[in-house]
């Protein structure tokens, strides 16, 4: 008999309301749709089977939560308040879970395991308080529209329209329900937008929001300290790494496999140019980096032979610099770009650098571009239009040889007058900017004979083109576009006048560079921090060239210009983000002593070695063989290990996944166990704790 009585207990429990029901169902549906429209399922490791799993986690997860509450509720009073609560909190969860509110606003980047050990509080000052304003306005909103419209059941409108005639019926009955109606499409908006913006593999069971919050707290406790010892490579795995150019062939220094004594680079392969430079300006040259957001080669009609007339001054620069065909991004996002450009090492999405605890001083020694130019008697200044202390940058940047750190504030202060992007300064303003302080740079290296180091990173073409919004395409007479290939949609085409708009500033670079005798001693280079990413409004843009290009690493553009030597115009070789720092230095002739580069010269050594690894975390790889390439997500990577495959089967001896599985859990640890360089023979701002 007690069996029998839990039956309708349990009933009671676990039954839905009609609103409940209508708002999830209208989720799922919407996350569905956004995975069909992102085309998640032609990626490789597609599964329905991922997909479906992941979507009954959603439903078992609101349903127990139904349950919990009821139960709750029911051991306090007997009342159905649960019947209108729930649905405002079902409505709200998937807006928190769904809606990426946490891209770099409140953790800094997308809502995965990785992402969480960027979060930092002290951020959150720095936030736009129109943000938080208009999240809290759309929660009350949600919430109080479907507590209203779940106040009527079908007996309670069933007795109003015999009591209260029709217009009643409208009042109480109906316009609930037209309110519970643009709720369940506006809550549907998050997981819409998080299908079509979510990486890869985002129908993988692993991006499920509860199970990341588990992940997090693991990895948090994983990185809260040093490790005592790690795993070296077995001997024929480092082997074969090693005749890739990926890793050293043996320990320099004893636990530290990854100290280098000098770059190993053969005598620069150029000739010199003759002298032009005379008086103040002799010695080594200047040397100024710029950084450009999410650039693609594809956008650069001389680089891809598409979109002419999107970005001409960058095509006018191919023409007047050394461009290195072959030149792909192998570290994204922008952080472990950064990383990867000055420091020649792959992080992992979560270093222990980067730990928010980890304010004045990092935890980890390892040998960076900024560093070795210091030493070398350089000044040091990053000067960048975003929040300094977003994703751990500013930390990165103090510990690794910067002088000078400019970021938003010391941007906007300065053009107080002027109005800026979401993000910060924009590219119009940070040139400005740029400019005046390459300026007083000039003026000090007459005072003091330093050169100096400048690196400028920009942001209007960041997803989905930020851009000033009278940013637009160049048109004709006859109101055509003056752009090839210009795709059918607003987003696509506001995202390609984005990267128009960042040229024409590109451009006022170069002609301030060419002018007062800058163009003969500065060295200059101009490439990506990543690669655009594929969202709704880039992936039209890509559409073309859907074949030649991954979803997350592709080809970028890489233009050298060496005051000091002659370059050829093209240079056609295979490397990669970490040969950056390395080739700089190769070009400057800098003896650098012992160091942590993983990387090789685009003029040395990196020509012996076609073979490319990227990464991001460890959530993605990329393999490239110089002929063949191959994009994977880690979850793949480790079912191939399992197969005993090879990744690509071009080469006497292709990597397998197992090669490259090591390789990564190999350079994790070392993170981890701190053992990238000797703290003690680190010369950067701050020496890290031993």
Not at 141 to 160: N, S
Not at 557 to 567: A, E, K, S, V
Request: hydrophobic fraction near 45%; proline fraction near 7%.
């Amino acid at each position: 008999m007690q069996a029998v009585a839990l039956i309708p207990l349990t009933w009671r429990l676990v039954r839905p309301s009609w609103a409940m029901v209508f708002v999830m169902a209208v989720g799922l549906l919407a996350r569905v749709a956004g995975w069909h429209a992102a085309a998640s399922f032609d990626r490789d490791g597609a599964s329905l089977n991922q997909a479906g799993l992941a979507i009954a986690w959603d439903v078992g997860l609101v349903f127990a939560a139904i349950v919990a509450g009821r139960l709750v509720v029911a051991s306090i009073a007997r009342t159905r308040v649960l019947d209108h609560v729930v649905p405002s909190l079902l409505a709200i969860g998937w807006l928190l879970r769904f809606g990426d509110l946490g891209h770099c606003y409140f953790a800094q980047c997308h809502w995965t395991a990785e992402a969480f050990l960027y979060f930092d509080l002290t951020f959150l000052p720095s936030i736009d308080p129109l943000v938080p304003a208009l999240v809290g306005l759309a929660v009350l909103a949600v919430a109080g529209l479907i507590y209203r419209a779940t106040l009527v059941d079908a007996r309670a409108r069933t007795r109003l329209s015999h009591q209260g005639g029709s217009i009643t019926v409208v009042r109480r009955a109906v316009l609930p329900r037209i309110f519970a109606a643009a709720i369940a499409i506006f809550a549907a908006a998050g997981p819409l937008f998080d299908a079509l913006h979510g990486p890869e593999d985002v129908y993988a069971v692993r991006l499920i929001p509860e199970l990341n919050f588990g992940l997090q707290w693991q990895a948090w406790r994983d990185q809260s300290g040093p490790l005592t010892s790690f795993e070296p490579l077995q001997p024929d795995v480092r082997a074969r790494l090693h005749r890739r150019g990926l890793v050293p062939a043996v320990d320099l220094v004893p636990g530290y496999p990854l100290v280098r004594e000098g770059l190993h680079e053969p005598p620069f392969p150029h000739p010199p140019r003759a002298a032009t430079a005379t008086g103040d300006d002799t010695g080594p040259p200047n040397v100024v980096m710029t950084v450009v957001e999410s650039l693609n080669r594809l956008f650069v009609h001389e680089l891809s032979g598409r979109y002419r007339g999107a970005m001409p001054e960058l095509s006018k620069l191919a023409r007047q610099m050394t461009r290195v065909d072959g030149f792909y991004n192998t570290a994204s996002p922008t952080i472990a770009g950064l990383v990867g450009m000055l420091c020649s090492i792959h992080p992992p999405s979560h270093p222990t650098e980067l730990k928010p605890r980890e304010k004045d001083a990092g935890a980890t020694a390892f040998t960076c571009l900024p560093d070795v130019l210091r030493a070398a008697g350089y000044r040091t200044v990053v000067i960048q239009g975003t929040d300094k202390e977003a994703t751990g940058i500013a930390r990165f940047f103090r510990t690794h040889g910067v002088d000078e750190l400019h970021g938003r504030a010391e941007i906007e202060a300065r053009y107080a007058d002027r109005e800026h992007g979401p993000w910060g300064a924009y590219d119009h303003t940070l040139v400005d900017y740029v400019q005046t302080e390459y300026t007083r740079l000039e003026k000090l290296r007459r005072a003091d004979g330093r050169p100096f180091f400048l690196l400028f990173i920009t942001t209007d073409t960041h997803d989905p083109g930020v851009a000033p919004a009278d940013c637009a395409l160049p048109r004709r007479a006859d109101g055509s576009f003056a752009v090839d290939d210009v795709p059918d949609g607003a987003a696509p085409r506001r995202l390609l006048a984005s990267y128009h708009c960042a040229d024409k500033e590109l451009g006022r670079v170069g002609r301030f560079l060419r002018a007062n005798g800058r163009w003969d001693r500065t060295m200059w280079l101009i490439t990506a921090d990543h690669s655009a990413y594929r969202t709704l409004a880039s992936r039209p843009l890509f559409a073309p060239v859907k074949d030649e290009t991954g979803w997350t690493f592709a080809p970028v553009p890489l233009l050298i210009r060496d005051p000091r030597h002659r370059l050829p115009a093209r240079l056609a070789t295979l490397a990669g983000t970490l040969d950056v720092g390395p080739t700089v230095l190769h070009m400057l002739g800098l003896p650098i002593g012992r160091h942590s580069f993983t990387g090789h010269s685009i003029f040395g050594r990196r020509r012996d070695h076609p073979m490319l690894i990227g990464r991001v975390g460890g959530r993605l790889v990329f393999l490239h063989s110089g002929t063949t390439w191959r994009e994977i997500p880690m979850q793949l990577l480790n079912r191939a290990c399992e197969r005993n495959e090879r990744l690509l089967h071009h080469g006497q001896q292709p990597i397998t996944a197992c090669d490259l599985r090591a390789w990564v859990r190999w350079q994790d640890q070392l993170w981890r166990a701190r053992r990238l360089f000797p703290a003690t023979m680190y010369w950067g701002t701050t020496a890290p704790p031993g």
